[in-house]
């Protein structure tokens, strides 16, 4: 339920590796065409500008050059200024109408004489002083209006001062349209918009079909190897071509053909293996048995016999015991190797059977000097298998008690409403935080020179861990050298169902007090 969870909760970004190439793709080309458009129209308004400014301003002189020399002939005495400038400027406004366009304004002596229809108030205040100040040409962008209908338009404002004689200076004005060269630059702007549509297109396009071309054998590949993991090893990629994807499909079908092989041999290895501890246990029984009952008739007669061969009979009679404890263990776990494993489920009180085995092992406690507490406030009911759970139950408190050294066993049992716990908590040698896995290796000691003076088989613990796996539980171990162990059994209370949580800590509370 959490994988699904986190499946549904992630974004397209985390889960489709084409998305992200194509993002990323489309992001790249956004950049690189913004920053090409940019310098593209940055370098053609400068180039047509500029080229628009220079052919004005050689217009302009040309213009000025004939009007001051026409004004150097004038005689003060028989014609007047302001007739002459009119002149001049409705002579440089009709050559402006057919030529390279511009508008003419001339302050005159009384008012401003210029084109007819113009707004004289399109010339800048800016450029109005600059001109009055000094002599020589000067431009600055400007709108140029118009008082009737007519929109107003992009233009290049140039000015400069004609000297009349006697000294006097009246400025002139040209308004050069530049409505050709705007109209000029929004088509090169929807040109290259539109051809930067028709690349980012393109490019989105081609990247996502390289990407799928790329992932799809990378997905066949995923979907084999989720096949293979799932058992289908018969399974194989289809090859196609020559290049580097081929190879890749050749060696995912190797490798399919390889994990085959091994898993088949390791299979025979294990069923041969199985039958072997299986035959071999069986074959045991009967001699086992011939053994057993004349073990029992020396051991019965024991007190007739010299010391030595009463002690002997004594040794035979336990050494019995433990190698048919053995078999019995041997059996069990060749079961759990072969999945013949089962459970036959019963509803039981998980309280009442730690009471029972710890009444069971009282006498073991007593021969230790071991105290047992049993702390279960109320009963846990839970559908187990009670012969398993009374085993696993039985190895870890004898364990506790061989290793406690005289100190107190305690056993806690806590239910909630998915699963019931069952800890056995000791006080004895213990064992490290690296060891706490291996404990439950067969055949495992943390002291190969400490005596095992319970005579268990050394599969107590592995077979108790397999109970629990088998009723989808946990069986969690606990230690510190000196301050003792604890061993948690959890089970769910509903058979096949799971839990998220045990009941019970797996490190005790009173761990840092332990000593």
């Not at 349209?177 to 051809?195: F, G, N, S, Y």
């Not at 079909?209 to 194989?236: F, M, N, S, T, Y």
Request: glycine share 8%; aromatic share 6%.
């Amino acid at each position: 339920m959490n994988a699904d969870v986190e499946r549904t909760g992630r974004t397209p970004w985390s889960r489709s590796l084409p998305f992200r190439v194509v993002v990323t793709a489309l992001v790249a080309a956004l950049t690189i065409l913004a920053a090409t458009g940019w310098f593209l129209m940055d370098q053609s308004s400068r180039g047509i500008l500029d080229g628009k400014k220079q052919s004005s301003l050689a217009e302009a002189s040309v213009v000025l050059d004939g009007m001051q020399r026409d004004l150097r002939t004038l005689n003060l005495r028989t014609a007047s200024i302001n007739e002459r400038l009119t002149q001049l400027a409705r002579d440089a406004a009709y050559r402006g109408s057919v030529g390279n366009q511009y508008y003419v304004v001339v302050a005159g002596p009384v008012s401003d004489i210029g084109s007819a229809g113009l707004d004289y108030a399109s010339v800048p205040e800016a450029l109005r002083r600059a001109v009055l100040g000094s002599d020589g040409v000067y431009s600055t962008p400007t709108e140029i209006r118009f008082a009737d209908a007519r929109p107003a338009v992009p233009g290049l404002a140039i000015g400069s001062a004609l000297s009349a004689p006697g000294g006097t200076r009246y400025p002139v004005y040209f308004l050069f349209t530049q409505q050709p060269e705007a109209e000029t630059l929004a088509v090169v702007q929807r040109a290259t918009l539109v051809a930067g549509l028709i690349v980012l297109v393109g490019v989105v396009a081609t990247v996502y079909l390289i990407a799928v071309q790329v992932l799809r054998p990378i997905r066949a590949a995923r979907l084999a190897a989720e096949r293979l993991a799932a058992g289908h090893l018969d399974d194989r990629m289809a090859v196609r071509g020559t290049e580097d994807l081929a190879g890749l499909a050749r060696s995912m079908n190797h490798m399919a053909t390889e994990l085959d092989r091994k898993i088949t041999e390791l299979e025979d290895l294990s069923r041969v293996q199985q039958q072997f501890v299986s035959d071999v246990s069986h074959e045991l029984r009967t001699p086992l048995t011939t053994v057993r009952m004349a073990a029992d008739v020396l051991h019965g007669q024991r007190e007739e016999f010299d010391p030595l061969a009463a002690r002997s009979s004594e040794l035979l009679s336990a050494e019995l015991d433990r190698f048919e404890e053995l078999l019995t263990d041997l059996l069990e776990i060749s079961r759990f190797d072969a999945g013949a494993a089962e459970l036959n489920l019963d509803e039981v009180d998980l309280s009442q059977i730690a009471a029972e085995e710890l009444e069971a092992q009282s006498r073991l406690a007593q021969r230790y000097g071991t105290p047992l507490q049993l702390d279960a406030p109320e009963p846990c009911l839970a559908e187990v298998d009670p012969r398993r759970i009374r085993r696993v139950l039985r190895n870890l408190i004898t364990n506790a008690i061989e290793h406690g050294e005289g100190r107190p066993v305690s056993v806690h049992v806590r239910g909630d409403e998915a699963a019931v716990a069952v800890a056995v908590r000791d006080h004895g040698v213990g064992f490290s935080a690296a060891e706490a896995h291996q404990v439950f290796n067969r055949f495992w000691r943390a002291d190969p020179a400490r005596r095992r003076t319970v005579g268990g088989s050394g599969l107590g613990l592995s077979i108790a861990l397999g109970d629990a796996r088998l009723h989808n539980g946990w069986l969690n171990a606990w230690g510190r050298p000196g301050r003792g162990a604890q061993f948690r059994l959890t089970v769910p209370r509903k058979a096949g169902e799971g839990f998220v949580s045990s009941p019970w800590p797996a490190v005790p509370d009173d761990a840092e007090a332990a000593v």
